[in-house]
């Protein structure tokens, strides 16, 4: 079982190794040695929120001062843009429409499935991921979440049940995964386990953004940001930002011989466009293209990792505030400030 896993990673890095030089002449002898896999999800970030928050970055993004905790732009260019080459069909296995469980499931194994299942195909059987091919590797592993770290799209590359919701399960499985970051939403719950037993494990707790600064390579880190829900990102007033916890998580995974594997979701694109609410879906695929800026720096300055970006779905459709007929509203001061 091993060998058949460790062959499968390295056939998948191999390939997208060829899919991210495909514009050069690339023979065997002249495809580098991938060490580091940074695989980034706006969950539900569509085309529709992507073209809106490309729009609102170029513009300027929101006016200064009135978030002040906010993710900050370095500049009016949406950095995905640079890297769009292709689509997905994201049907699941058993609805036209699918949800973050399967969605996360096929982007992590491979295999098609059920919605609300985790890491297990439609009759049961579980499927190695990506990150658990990764840690047989020996490779350092991690997951990001501005949503808690048990939710579908974490749990989809880190655990196996047949339901999302069942939480403690999941919970329980990511705990006994010997992750070495896991940065999120902390412990508020029993089901979510404990931060003594994270202690208990080796991980260093982080609670702010300061915290998150002082993160050096090889610490193990478990995130305990806010005991209940993430804020979004214009909300944020203690909390990291997800480019400030991507930062760390790298740093932190880095420097290890054999490399690194680290999921890291948007996952409050997703929130916003399940409440029709441009404004948040806007600022938060605005916060994952900052987090992808981080990624796409320490790629640039290596020659042993790829960065991944696609989202899992898209969620909710395009609502701009008011419209009124052909044209919609206007009045542009209020689709956001």
Known sequence: MKRRISLLFVITILFLSIIANSMYLVSA????????VIYMIPDGGGFALYDFAKAVKETGGFNEG????????EENYMYLKDYLVGTETTRSADNL??????AGTALSSGYKTNNSYIGIDPKGRPHATILEAAQLEGKRTGIVSTYHWAHATPAAFTAHNESRHNISILAEQIVNQGLDVVLGVGFSADRWGSINEAVKRGYTITTSRKDLENVTPGTKIWGNHTTTQFPYDIQLTTEPTLAQMTAAAIRAL??????????????????????????????????????FKVALDYAKSRNDTI???????????????????????????????
């Open 29 to 36: 002898e002249s495809i580098p040695v991938i060490k580091n």
């Open 66 to 73: 009135l978030y002040d905790n906010s993710t900050k732009i």
């Open 97 to 102: 429409v699918t949800d973050s469980a399967a």
């Open 254 to 291: 880095d420097g290890g011989k054999k490399g690194f594997f680290l999921m890291v979701e948007g996952s409050k694109v997703d929130s916003g466009g399940h409440a029709n609410d441009i404004l948040n879906a806007v600022s938060e695929y605005i916060a994952f293209d900052e987090a």
């Open 307 to 337: 960065v991944i970006a696609a989202p899992d779905h898209d969620t909710g459709g395009l609502i701009l505030p008011n419209a009124d007929g052909v044209g919609g509203n206007t009045n542009s001061s209020q689709y956001a400030d």
